[in-house]
């Protein structure tokens, strides 16, 4: 049996963030993927983060029933799977790719190889974490698919659609130099949604999509996102907009002050106090306003004017 100080459960962003940010290189990394596993992501993060980029994003195109609408939003759209496979080979922790948490019991973590004891355990395996059973986390989820397209022409914005054919969601197309992220957010079965999706931003791409993925997008924030010493991160913890689906920022901020409390650079008290006023409050406005868009959906024009970032709601 292996003992470590902490063990995380997902090498996503906020797992690779917290190990990157751990003083201790005494951790394991269980990863149930062998290689990278594409999730539904349009990749965009602000501006003002950090990290390698495909290209810059100037501002978003939103369409729904009311017309067309641009609000200035810069940002830039990174390669995920580049940038997460480099910083996970950058870790001198343990990693153990292809190795599936199972079971949680006190400190130790059973696996399909083999088991171990942890100090702290971390949720960062996703939505529907293998520690979700051990918080009072929501159920609810809205699920997803991104593709990839070849572009016609380049693009410098991003663009959104809201339509009745995609039931209490929207669709997205998300430039990548020359090819684009495109999909979409919904309830119920998404193949017609998908073909209306692909069929609307038909003058900007070529037909043929590739890399296509599905998911789950976290509705709820789960608060507090730490018992004992487990504890859930990015989106294993509902850290994630749920107006905009946006969650990359958020995994890496609480990733980083997980590994603060870690590190003792906080103490629980304060990193509690850190994770309600800092994301808390805030992904919660969000869930009310997602709930305006929802009861307001058969007025779809309303819906949008009272809930979507680009008529500026908080």
Known sequence: MGLYEVIIIGAGPAG?????????????????????KR????????????????????????????GRIYKKASGKIIDRKSWQTKMLSGLQGNVHVNEKATYIEKNTVFTNKGQYQ??????????????????????????????????????MNTHVVFSLNIPYGYGWLFP???????????????????????????????????????????LEVTFPNIIGNKILVGDAGGFIDPITGS???????????????INNELSNEK?????????????NKRARLKDIKESNWKNLYRAVKKSWISFSPG
């Not at 684009?180 to 949604?193: D, E, R, S, T, V």
């Not at 969650?247 to 409390?261: H, N």
């Open 16 to 36: 690779l963030k917290l190990a990157q940010s751990l003083k201790t290189k005494n951790y394991l990394i269980l990863e149930k993927e062998k290689k990278y």
């Open 39 to 66: 999730i539904p992501c349009a990749e965009w993060i602000p501006y003002f983060m950090d990290l390698p980029s495909i290209q810059p994003t100037k501002g978003m195109i939103t369409d729904y029933p009311g």
């Open 118 to 155: 942890g100090k702290w355990i971390v949720g960062a395996d996703g939505p529907k974490s293998i520690l979700s059973s051990h918080f009072r986390t929501s159920n609810k989820y809205l699920p997803a698919v991104n593709m990839n397209v070849k572009l016609k022409n380049p693009l």
């Open 176 to 218: 990548k130099a020359d090819i684009a992220n495109i999909g979409l957010g919904a309830y119920g079965k998404l193949n017609k949604p998908m073909e209306y999706v692909l069929s609307f931003y038909k003058p900007y791409i070529y037909s043929k999509p590739f890399n296509i993925s599905a998911g789950l997008i976290p």
């Open 247 to 261: 969650g990359i920022q958020y995994a890496l901020e609480t990733g980083d002050l997980t590994a603060k409390l």
């Open 271 to 283: 990193y509690i106090k850190s994770i309600k006023n800092i994301y808390v409050r805030f992904l």
